[in-house]
């Protein structure tokens, strides 16, 4: 109403999108019969040498062009978007007072010209052609992307051309920070005549795992003075048991040594904090994450061995990961002795950079300290890049030599393999081919479990301190473990001991052995190998496409086998399925899973400690 009452010589008023005024609605072409509406503010002469800005707001499925109508008549701000918000706190005080609509002084549409998206397809004016039909419209991220890229084609090459050499940014906020890296990239690898000059997000969603529940938010509300200190302490201590992953998050925030309030754990630490806090974030996924797909050998049981080696100092978790090329090929990351897995992620980029150009990369890292498992070292190369991946990690020494040895020569040894397959829709599946496994017969982690509740272990996965064998999980400890398949295995702990320590210059695994002090069960500074393979320049012919089709061809014949199998009553599977299948349950579950009530009160107890 206020729109319609004003005259059209009125000066633009936040809020206000009219017909006669300078918003504009510009139908554009995208994929699969959908089709998005756009609303820029219409071009004035001087503006047309401006940058072109899209804003997309968060939200999924939540139309854009409401997020304008930021205010109603007499009544307070519900929601200002981001383009009329850039300094809008006095603006939205006085309409708070006033009520109505004012002229906003800051609005971005006097530096760019600035447009938004009614996406995905289906959401506001847009439509889905499918679903006019009497079908379905899903959208993915991905496709979410796809259309877009091709809708800004459209725009720049048939609607504005005027506009097509001007510099184009894309920003938004919340989920958008999904949504805007997706659409740069499509647009870098497929719309090249777009001019993307660059991407900002704010408050953006960056992980499902660190964002899964809702302290998250309040974490964020707290520490931007949304949330009173004693409301925030209040719903801390009633939740923060509740839920694993709010447990391994909160509780990391914690091992500083209170450098930082108890109430406020996401506060800026001082300079010499023990542990920063996007260090403490990583350590929070990787914990959430292993106890969702099941892994409790290295989820909530290693919260004690995180804590006892940074607050002693011996893992750096101030430490900067350092990454340099160092060939065309090779990425080096130093991760300074602080952990592996933010050593590890912050190579990931240029790893897959390398791939892409020369069809085979390599990422060394040295200096780190590694307690998670490795399949998430790999696991997002292969569902997210569309990579063959593999990692190799070498550890203290634990593992005796096979046959015949009797004391620890070998460590763990580790090594994952992680490879995309096709979704239905074409694109690449959420849950890759991915293996994880120790060179030992046992993982160590699950020796551990089984010395704590007191079970037996099985027979050939150790040795007592005596070399004799055993089934003590204890006693198996205090002695050797064993190598898979006997001198098989002990081939493979030297293939990874060569890879992951010769090529990393770090320790081998008796030289770690020697250097641990007295009584140490943590991890010592190790190297890790991880190779990259992109089917795309790296395959005989057909690229990406054939060889999926290719893998699916035998992933395909082997569940057909496994199906039989499980008619005739018996149980086959392919690596990773029932890992996929404990993160589905605990989806279904609400993220709850089960933790023993030692362990519990051991985190808690580390929380309260100094």
């Known amino acids: 109403a206020s729109c319609a009452q004003s005259p059209p010589s009125r000066r633009r008023r936040s809020g206000c999108a009219r017909r006669g005024g300078r918003g504009i609605a510009a139908w554009l072409w995208a994929p699969t019969g959908t089709t998005m509406v756009w609303f820029p503010e219409r071009l004035r002469s001087r503006a047309r040498h401006h940058a072109a800005l899209l804003v997309l707001p968060g939200r999924v499925g939540r139309p854009r062009h409401a997020a304008g109508s930021a205010l109603a008549k007499r009544r307070p701000r519900q929601h200002v978007h981001p383009w009329l918000s850039a300094g809008a706190r006095a603006f939205a005080d006085q309409c708070h007072r006033q009520g109505g609509l004012m002229h906003n002084p800051y609005a971005w549409t006097k530096q760019a010209n600035v447009m938004i998206i009614e996406s995905p ?8 052609q499918a679903m006019l039909q009497g079908g379905s419209c899903i959208n993915t991220d991905k ?11 459209d725009f720049f090459k048939n609607k504005f051309p005027e506009l097509q050499s001007n510099e184009f940014y894309i920003t938004g906020e919340s989920y958008a ?33 660190a964002q899964s529940d809702s302290m998250d938010m309040m974490w964020y509300a707290h520490k931007n003075g949304f949330l009173l200190d004693a409301d925030f302490d209040l719903l801390w201590k009633t939740c923060k048991r509740r839920h694993p992953s709010i447990l391994a998050a909160g509780e990391w925030h914690r091992t500083e040594g209170r450098t930082v309030a108890a109430t406020s754990p996401l506060k800026a630490e001082p300079q010499d904090a023990r542990c920063k806090a996007a260090t403490r974030r990583f350590l929070a996924a990787n914990i959430t994450r292993a106890e969702q ?56 980029g240029m790893l897959v950079e390398k791939a ?4 085979i990369a390599a990422l060394l890292v040295t200096r780190a300290h590694h307690f998670a498992a490795l399949w998430p070292d790999v696991e997002p190369l292969a569902a997210e890049h569309g990579l063959v991946a593999m990692a190799f990690l070498n550890s203290k020494a634990f593992v005796a030599h096979a046959p015949g040895g009797r004391k620890p020569v070998y460590g763990t040894n580790p090594m994952a393999f992680a490879c995309p397959r096709r979704s239905p829709d074409g694109g690449l599946s959420e849950r890759p081919f991915v293996f994880d496994q120790a060179s030992a017969t046992m993982a160590r982690g699950d020796m551990m479990i089984a010395a704590r509740d ?22 198996g400890l205090r002695g050797a473990q064993l190598p898979f398949a006997g001198h098989k295995g002990t081939a493979i702990a030297l293939m990874v001991e060569i890879l992951a320590a010769s090529l990393t210059g770090d320790a081998f695994a008796h030289e770690a052995l020697a250097s641990a002090a007295p009584g140490d069960k943590g991890p010592t500074q190790h190297g890790e190998v991880i190779l990259a393979i992109d089917p795309e320049r790296c395959s005989a012919g057909g690229g990406r496409a054939a060889f999926l089709s290719r893998v699916e061809d035998l992933l395909g014949f082997v569940e057909a086998e496994a199906t039989e199998a499980e008619e005739a009553g018996h149980s086959m599977r392919l690596p990773s399925q029932r890992r996929f299948a404990a993160r589905q349950r605990t989806a279904e579950e609400e993220g709850v899973v089960e933790v023993p009530e030692a362990l519990l009160q051991e985190c808690s107890a580390l929380a309260a400690s100094d």
Not at 197 to 205: L, Q, R, S, W
Not at 295 to 316: D, I
Not at 356 to 359: L, Y
Not at 455 to 474: F, K, M, Q, S, V
């Open 293 to 348: 797909d099941g892994c409790k050998s290295h989820g909530l049981f290693r919260l004690p061995g995180y804590c006892a080696s940074l607050r002693s100092g011996k893992v750096n978790g101030a430490a900067v990961p350092e990454v340099r090329s160092i060939a065309p090929a090779c990425v080096l990351v130093d991760a300074g002795g602080g952990l592996s897995t933010p050593a590890v992620l912050s190579g990931h």
């Open 143 to 153: 496709s979410t992307a796809a259309a877009n890229r091709a809708a800004l084609q």
């Open 356 to 359: 892409r150009a020369n069809g």
């Open 454 to 475: 007191g079970h037996a272990i099985p027979a050939g996965c150790a040795l007592d301190e005596h070399g004799e064998p055993t089934t003590d999980a204890a006693a």
């Open 177 to 209: 920070g999904v949504y805007v890296p997706t659409l740069a990239a499509e647009i870098l690898e497929n719309a090249k005549e777009i001019n993307l000059k660059g991407v900002g997000v704010g408050d953006p969603c960056t992980d499902n795992a």
């Open 121 to 128: 397809a289906g959401v506001g004016y847009s439509y889905c």
